[in-house]
């Protein structure tokens, strides 16, 4: 796909998008973003991921790098509510008062 790339590179390329939030069109690279998109998106789909993350932490490990000391968990993925349906103080109505 992207010959004028090695690898390695296309890979930053890669953490500089996700980490920076910024969208892959406004990425500045040397080949078209869609060609960087196409690795990530192919390479999130067969589990290169998963499988660069586990091995890393295995050589860490076995290298006596590991830190676990802090461990923070990433929350992107977590359910958050958006509002109550309810009022926060069940004493008082939402409703408009009714002249009688």
């Known amino acids: 796909m992207s010959s004028k790339l090695s690898t390695f ?7 500089y998008v ?7 069109g406004q990425l500045k690279c040397p080949v078209r973003w869609s060609n960087i998109y ?3 998106y192919r390479w999130s789909k ?3 991921y998963e499988r660069l993350f586990e091995s890393s932490v295995i050589w860490l490990n076995d290298n006596d790098l590991l830190d676990l000391f802090a461990l923070h968990g990433d929350g992107s993925n977590a359910v958050a509510k958006k509002g109550a349906t309810g009022s926060t103080t069940p ?5 408009k008062a009714r002249n009688p």
């Open 9 to 15: 590179q296309i890979f930053n390329y890669i953490l």
């Open 18 to 24: 996700l980490h920076t939030g910024m969208q892959w």
């Open 38 to 40: 196409r690795h990530h």
């Open 46 to 48: 067969d589990g290169s």
């Open 91 to 95: 004493a008082t109505s939402t409703r």
